[in-house]
């Protein structure tokens, strides 16, 4: 070593894990795969939700996933890979039954969401994009989930768990932990990383029909229109103004 | 006077299974989908283009206008792409609409892609949500069984489909020519423009991509009129559009208003500050555009206020802070996002944002050197104008305008960690603490 050999900032190879070969992709896999394709004017267009259906088989994106998914849409599986590793819900490693992500982007991050990160991480005793031993979770740090209105955010399976608090965090990975039932606050109760990442192919579970509307903070405006009989016009009767004033507090 | 909330959207939101297409049709539902499709196609681009309608995805783009360019002696279809990638920090609107009624999206869609001639439309919706992606399932199966979508819909000889397609985590996606290339089974980049979407957009056909809330506006457009549309908000910036509060404030949330409100107006709505804070910057718009301060409170909230101050509307994605945030820490949040998400295909920004993320960091832990503020922006200039799409814009603009409105507080990181000038456990808000007391623990 002469000291002077080259050195990468980005010592972790992109790439998918080759080493590991095992697989639960079947016939039935196949046929659904072939069903992804149906549904596309192209066949690659069908790679993002294919690469979806491969994780729910094996909770990760596998070798033989690569070569099945190039064969339906006619590309190599060198080029499914460079598809597969651009995008980051794509995993190289297998994720937990569950997969836990915090959201860590600025807004979050002030609100709690950087505490929370760290009480979730010591609680599990991994870190950001690790699984547990028991192969029960995994963690990421993740980016702007579209929840800033529900601030600090946690999402399990891709679920929303608004307005997430250290305590209210741990007990739900208990909960989890144990098998005990957990209704996200705004989706369906929650199953598991690989059941989710099915529906995210384009195959229903059924379960649209669970859970809520809309979150408190969705309905605020409307609330407060209902409250004050604050309303859009009616059609044919709105000349139109200039900018509502500052300060003017009804506009009626 | 207009009303300061004109909720027209989040109407039927929170009512008993709202996302159903029975409760959707109770509220008044796909009857403008009836009345657009006795019109002639392009009366029905005629209407939109009338009421003044500008995309709500950002860049403000008049929508009936964009519907125009498509080429309808083009031999290739026509499709239609509604972008529901919703990955702007700071932007929460678009996904609480489709989850509380994802049948007001579909029948923009229905009316959209009649107007275009389009018999294909394509949902992407963001790959980390799933139970939207689940609503939006539903609706289509729904509507299937009800005539309303697959051939010859409500026997009006009109044949169209709906394909519901979950991304897969890349914010870049959301830039409207590399959500094509996403589409088509690639990595996500940007394509060079022209050719236009509207002349060769997936697979090389004529294509509208379109935000959520701009194709879900369309049905209150062609049900009240254009001139309705037109009678709200202001001269260049017609109708109203959700505007979504979030951080230090005591409520936050969404608000549907007409364009034009003020900041002063929406903060007085959502309560405030939360107590015994104030207000020390906010995003007009997600954190693309530049920050701005209590200064700007009685600013128009549209798109010329936004541009008279040197900012943008953006997404009106309002993210609020007060004074115990470290506004070095959030543009470094912000500047690792773009880092992160910056797609690779050119160097200024490829690198620029990785050497942005550099000087935060030591800025950040007090490890700054004398110059590094200038070299910040120095940087800052190499990858402005230089770069590929829009993305390198937005991881500029939020270190600029923090520079420019807080310069000493970057200057401070020569010597003092920000978590020791701003101690970070007094930026946070778990929900008990919120003076409304909300129910701590109680709904999950
Ligand atoms: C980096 C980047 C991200 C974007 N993300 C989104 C997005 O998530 N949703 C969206 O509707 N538009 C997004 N846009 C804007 C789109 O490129 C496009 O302008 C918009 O979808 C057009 O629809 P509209 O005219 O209805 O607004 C993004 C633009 C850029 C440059
Ligand atoms: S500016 Fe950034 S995101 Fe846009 S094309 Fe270049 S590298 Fe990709
Ligand atoms: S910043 Fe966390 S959801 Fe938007």
Known sequence: ?252 | MTDLLTPVLCENWGTEKSWKLSAYLLSGGFSAAKKALKLAPADVVGIVKDAGLRGRGGAGFPTGLKWSFVPQDNPNPKYLVVNADESEPGTCKDMPLLLASPHTLLEGIVISSYAINCHTAFVYVRGEVVHVARRLQAAVAELHEAGWLGKNIQGSGFDLDIVIHSGAGAYICGEETALLDSLEGRRGQPRLRPPFPAVAGLYASPTVINNVESISTVPSIIKNGAEWFAGMGTEKSNGFTFYSLSGHVKRPGQFEAPLGITFRQLLELSGGMRDSHELKFWTPGGSSTPILTPEHLDVPLDYEGMASVGSMLGTKAMQVFDETTSVVRTTLRWSEFYKHESCGKCTPCREGTWWLVQLLRRLEAGEGQEGDVDKLLAVTEDINGLSFCALAGGAVACVTSAVRHFRPEFELGYTTPAWESFPYERSAVFIKDRPDGQSEGGRV
């Open chain 1, 1 to 252: 070593m002469s000291g002077k050999e080259f050195q990468t900032y980005f010592p972790h190879s992109g790439r998918i894990d080759e080493a590991n070969t095992s697989t639960e992709i079947d016939e039935k896999t196949i046929a659904e795969l072939e069903e992804i394709v149906a549904r596309y004017p192209q066949p690659r267009s069908a790679v993002l939700p294919m690469l979806h259906l491969v994780q729910s088989v094996d909770g990760r994106v596998s070798p033989r996933g690569l070569e099945v998914i190039a064969e339906l849409a006619g590309i190599t599986p060198a080029q499914v890979s460079g598809v597969a590793t651009f995008y980051t819900m794509y995993r190289k490693h297998p994720a937990g039954k569950h997969h836990i992500g915090i959201c860590v982007t600025a807004l979050c991050a002030v609100m709690g969401g950087d505490i929370l990160y760290d009480k979730v991480s010591e609680h599990l005793g991994v870190g950001d994009g690790e699984t547990t031993a028991d192969g029960s979770f995994s963690l990421e740090r993740i980016e702007c989930n579209a929840a800033c209105d529900f601030a600090p955010v946690m999402m399990v399976n891709w679920e929303f768990l608004d307005n997430m608090t250290p305590e209210k965090a741990t007990q739900i990975l208990d909960d989890l932990a144990v098998g005990r039932p957990v209704k996200p606050n705004r989706g369906a109760t929650l199953t598991s990383f690989k059941e989710n990442e099915r529906v995210l192919a384009g195959f229903n579970d059924g379960r649209a029909d669970e859970g809520v509307s809309a979150g408190e903070p969705s309905l605020l405006g409307l609330s407060i229109a209902k409250e004050r009989g604050w309303a859009a016009p009616k059609p044919g009767a709105a000349p139109k103004e200039e900018a509502p004033e500052a300060k003017e507090g009804s506009g009626k």
